[in-house]
C-alpha cells in the first residue's frame, strides 16, 4: 500500500492506496510536529480504519512547508521504513513547465496539473481552495502555462477579523441571499459570492488566453464543493486530486 500527504500551509492531507483505490483518507491541522509526534499520529490514524502500517510499502509527499519537511521524512522512515518521495520542482514528472523560474513552481501546483491532466484531460484549468485560491492552467498539448494567485476564503475571513474591531468570525456556510440582513450574513456574502465571482471572471479571462477557450475546470481543496454551488464555470470537483496525483507521479518513477 502506498501513504501518501500533502502539506499544506493550514492544513495536512493524507491517504493511502491499495493500487489505484484511495480506501482511506484525512484532513489534518498542519501545526508543527516532531516527527515521533507525526509518526504516532499517522500509526493512530491508520488504525481508525484498521490498516496495518507494516502494510505500507511506499510513500510519497509535497510541501509547502518546508519546517514540516524533515518531520515528514523521518517520521515516514522510522515509523513505516520506507524512504518517501518528496516532489519537487527537481521530480521528473514529465511535466513542460512553460514559465519564467521552473523552479518557482510549487510542489502542490506541480502534481495538482500531473493529476488534472491524467485525469480530464487538456486543455484545462485546476482551482484548487486553501489558504491561497490557486489556478493552474495547462495547454492544448499538456503543458504547464503558469497561472494565479489569490487570497484563500478562510485567509479573507481571518482578514477582516483581525483587521475590523467590532467584525466577527463566521462560518463558511453560504448566505440566502446576496443582500446579507445582518453582519454574519454580510461576511459570508461577501466572501462566498465574492470569491466565486473572482472565480469566474478569472476563468473567462484565461479562457481568453491562445488555445484555452476549451478549456475544462475541475476545482480541489476543501473547499471545492462549497464554491461550486457560487461558481458558473466550476465543472468538476475533485477532492482528493492532490492525493492521486501523489500516486501517479510515484508511480511514474518506481513503476516504469
Given at each position: 500500500?502506498?501513504?501518501?500527504i ?73 515509523y ?9 520542482a ?17 510542489a ?19 482551482v ?33 477579523f ?95
Amino acid at each position: 500500500m502506498l501513504l501518501v500527504i500533502d502539506t499544506g500551509n493550514t492544513t495536512i492531507a493524507a491517504g493511502v492506496f491499495d493500487g489505484n483505490n484511495l480506501i482511506a483518507h484525512w484532513r489534518l491541522s498542519s501545526i508543527s510536529r516532531t516527527y515521533d509526534e507525526l509518526g504516532v499520529y499517522l500509526w493512530e490514524l491508520l488504525a481508525t480504519k484498521n490498516i496495518n502500517p507494516s502494510s505500507i510499502t511506499g510513500a510519497a509527499f509535497a510541501s509547502v512547508v518546508p519546517s514540516l519537511d524533515f518531520a515528514i521524512t523521518e517520521a515516514i522512515k522510522q515509523y513505516f521504513n520506507v524512504n518517501p518521495l518528496q516532489v519537487s520542482a527537481n521530480t521528473d514528472t514529465g511535466l513542460d513547465l512553460r514559465v519564467k523560474n521552473p523552479q518557482e513552481v510549487g510542489a502542490d501546483r506541480i502534481v495538482n496539473v500531473f493529476a488534472g491532466l491524467h485525469k480530464y484531460g487538456s486543455p484545462l484549468i485546476v482551482v484548487d481552495y486553501g489558504t491561497a485560491i490557486t489556478f493552474d492552467c495547462i495547454s492544448p498539448d499538456g503543458a504547464y502555462l503558469g497561472g494565479v494567485i489569490a487570497p484563500g476564503l478562510v485567509s479573507g475571513i481571518s482578514a477582516l477579523f483581525s483587521k475590523a474591531a467590532k467584525l466577527p468570525q463566521v462560518s463558511l456556510s453560504i448566505p440566502e441571499r446576496v443582500i446579507g440582513l445582518d453582519t454574519t450574513e454580510n461576511i459570508q456574502s461577501g466572501i462566498l459570492y465574492g470569491n466565486g465571482g473572482l472565480t469566474d471572471r478569472l476563468i473567462d479571462l484565461i479562457r481568453e488566453s491562445d488555445g484555452m477557450k476549451a478549456a475544462k475546470v475541475v476545482a480541489t481543496g476543501g473547499h471545492a464543493g462549497l464554491m461550486q454551488k457560487v461558481s458558473r464555470n466550476i465543472e468538476y470537483v475533485d477532492n482528493w486530486l492532490m492525493l492521486d496525483g501523489l500516486r501517479l507521479i510515484y508511480e511514474r518513477i518506481y513503476k516504469s
